[in-house]
């Protein structure tokens, strides 16, 4: 992703931080908010992924389905991961922006 794109992910209503990492590891390779933090989100992410991926390959009627994002909604903000080309994407926002 370029800097101009991922710069460009702040201009989401409700924006809160947002990352890039490696889908192989949950390594943390881009960060717009404080790293320690976001290497943990991170490695989070990682871990949601691929246990979500692993639920997918033992369902029999999603075995085929490709997994496109997981969303973790809390009271107050809302994260979305999406995995494309063994990146990690990570959002964080308000869940005032939904409103």
């Given at each position: 992703m370029s800097e101009t794109t991922f710069e460009s992910l702040a201009n989401i209503t409700?924006?809160?931080?947002?990352?890039?990492a490696s889908a192989n590891d949950g390594k943390l390779v881009q960060s717009s908010d404080?790293?320690?933090n976001t290497e943990k989100t991170a490695l989070a992410a990682y871990q949601l992924l691929t246990?979500?991926?692993?639920?997918?390959?033992?369902t029999p009627e999603i075995q085929q389905d490709k997994l496109k994002r997981?969303?973790?909604t809390?009271?107050?903000?809302?994260?979305?991961f999406t995995v494309s080309n063994d990146t990690i994407y990570g959002v964080?926002?308000?869940t005032s922006a939904l409103n």
């Amino acid at each position: 992703m370029s800097e101009t794109t991922f710069e460009s992910l702040a201009n989401i209503t409700g924006h809160i931080s947002s990352f890039t990492a490696s889908a192989n590891d949950g390594k943390l390779v881009q960060s717009s908010d404080d790293e320690l933090n976001t290497e943990k989100t991170a490695l989070a992410a990682y871990q949601l992924l691929t246990d979500a991926t692993l639920l997918g390959k033992l369902t029999p009627e999603i075995q085929q389905d490709k997994l496109k994002r997981i969303t973790v909604t809390f009271p107050n903000q809302f994260h979305v991961f999406t995995v494309s080309n063994d990146t990690i994407y990570g959002v964080e926002r308000s869940t005032s922006a939904l409103n």
